[in-house]
Structure formats: structure tokens, C-alpha cells
């Protein structure tokens, strides 16, 4: 069974840093792209980031890059979420994802069950 | 970016009707869209892949349609446990979800 449980969420001033962990299993974590993907409160689905099954890609939305670093431990089956430079606009559940994959490209076919994440002074 | 406008926002439906549930992309994607559910505090689940592929252990009552821009999510005899919202997302270039509709208990 396939399982993706997050950790490392909180309340957090702006400004400052946070960072996610999620640990994986179930699944050949190396064989996968892995994402985040984040919610606001009673907002909907916004895609954070994406990462390679090596690492060696990345990728994000004009809205978080330069701010946020995705990151993986393949040995450690684990995804991480660097996240710098906090806004209170950031505040949000954010869900570890898997990627599926086929010609018409990635879209999320297992998804944690979230961390809440709060950015307030 | 990509946008995508989910219609209706909101609908509102008895058990035993069948519903279509929109989704128009910004500019032609080919069959690059793929629909969630999402009920109130769970996490999202997939549905459908590539607008009309099915998902394994997803109720046979979950179809998609689509190609193009234009896309459908049409539920065959809603259930009262698919009350919750829908999600559509679009993988033709970087990721992006449309705004949801909500089916809710008329």
C-alpha cells in the first residue's frame, strides 16, 4: 500500500524558514517523480513543486521559486520542502504527491494526508 | 500559464441524477487533463488521467470526456458519497488545477 505521511508543518513568523519531510512507502520511491502541492485555506489545489526521480530537475511555479527548494534522500525513501523567505500568503495544508506519468505527461496519483502550515506574526 | 475554468461553480443535486461537471482550458491541451475528488477534510483522490481514462478501485459511474479544451466529468446516478469537490488539473505544460465545483446536496 502506498503511503506518503508529512511532517514538519507549524506556525511560523514571516519571514523565517520551514522545513517539510515526507516519508514514502509502499512504492520504488526512486522510480518516481515526486511533488508538493499546496492548499489554502477553503481555496483550492495549487502545485508547488516537482522533482526529478534522480533530483537533478526541479521545478516550480513563479509563485514560490527562488523560495522554495524541493529536495529527496532516495536512500531514505523521503521528500523534503525547503521553504525560505515565508509570506503570510504561503499559509496553507501542504500535501506530499506522487507523480503518474504517460504521454500527455505528470498528474498526482497518490496524495499524503497534509500538514498545515501557518505564516503570522 | 495554462488557466482552466471549472463550470458550475457550484451544483446542486438529488441522489439518482446524472451530472457533467465542466472544465475549458485556455488554449488547446489535447487529452492532458485529469479530475479529483476531494471531500471535506481528505485529502484528493484521482479519478480519471488523460480525460477518460479510468482508475483502478474508482466507481465505473466516474467517466471523462474531452479533448482539446473542452473536458467533462460526468457522474452516472450520483451517490450520496460523492458530495464533495471536484478538481481538474492540466499536465500539457507546468501544473495547474481549476478552481473546483462543488456538488452539494440539493
Known amino acids: 500500500e502506498v503511503q506518503l505521511v508529512e511532517s514538519g508543518g507549524g506556525l511560523v513568523q514571516p519571514g523565517r524558514s520551514l522545513k517539510l519531510s515526507c516519508a514514502a512507502s509502499?512504492?520504488?520511491?526512486?522510480?518516481?517523480?515526486m511533488a508538493w502541492v499546496r492548499q489554502a485555506p477553503k481555496k483550492g489545489l495549487e502545485w508547488v513543486a516537482t522533482?526529478?526521480?534522480?533530483?537533478?530537475?526541479?521545478?516550480?511555479p513563479d509563485s514560490v521559486k527562488g523560495r522554495f527548494t524541493i529536495s529527496r534522500d532516495n536512500a531514505k525513501s523521503s521528500l523534503y520542502l525547503q521553504m525560505n523567505s515565508l509570506k503570510s500568503e504561503d499559509t496553507a495544508t501542504y500535501y506530499c504527491?506522487?507523480?503518474?506519468f504517460g504521454l500527455g505527461g505528470y498528474y498526482f496519483d497518490y496524495w499524503g494526508q497534509g500538514v498545515m502550515v501557518t505564516v503570522s506574526s | 500559464d495554462i488557466v482552466l475554468t471549472q463550470s458550475p461553480a457550484t451544483l446542486s443535486v438529488t441522489p439518482g441524477e446524472s451530472v457533467s461537471l465542466s472544465c475549458r482550458a485556455s488554449?488547446?491541451?489535447?487529452?492532458?487533463i485529469h479530475w479529483y475528488q476531494q471531500k471535506s477534510n481528505e485529502s484528493p483522490r484521482l479519478l480519471i488521467k488523460?480525460?477518460?481514462q479510468s482508475i483502478s478501485g474508482i466507481p465505473s459511474r466516474f467517466s471523462g470526456s474531452g479533448s482539446g479544451t473542452d473536458f467533462t466529468l460526468s457522474i452516472n446516478r450520483v451517490e450520496s458519497e460523492d458530495f464533495s469537490v471536484y478538481y481538474c488539473?492540466?499536465?500539457?505544460?507546468?501544473?495547474?488545477f481549476g478552481a473546483g465545483t462543488k456538488l452539494e446536496l440539493k
Open positions: 522533482i526529478s526521480t534522480s533530483g537533478s530537475r526541479t521545478y516550480y
Open positions: 504527491a506522487r507523480h503518474g
Open positions: 488523460f480525460a477518460s
Open positions: 488554449q488547446g491541451i489535447s487529452t492532458s
Open positions: 509502499g512504492f520504488t520511491f526512486s522510480n518516481y517523480y
Open positions: 488539473q492540466q499536465s500539457y505544460s507546468l501544473p495547474t
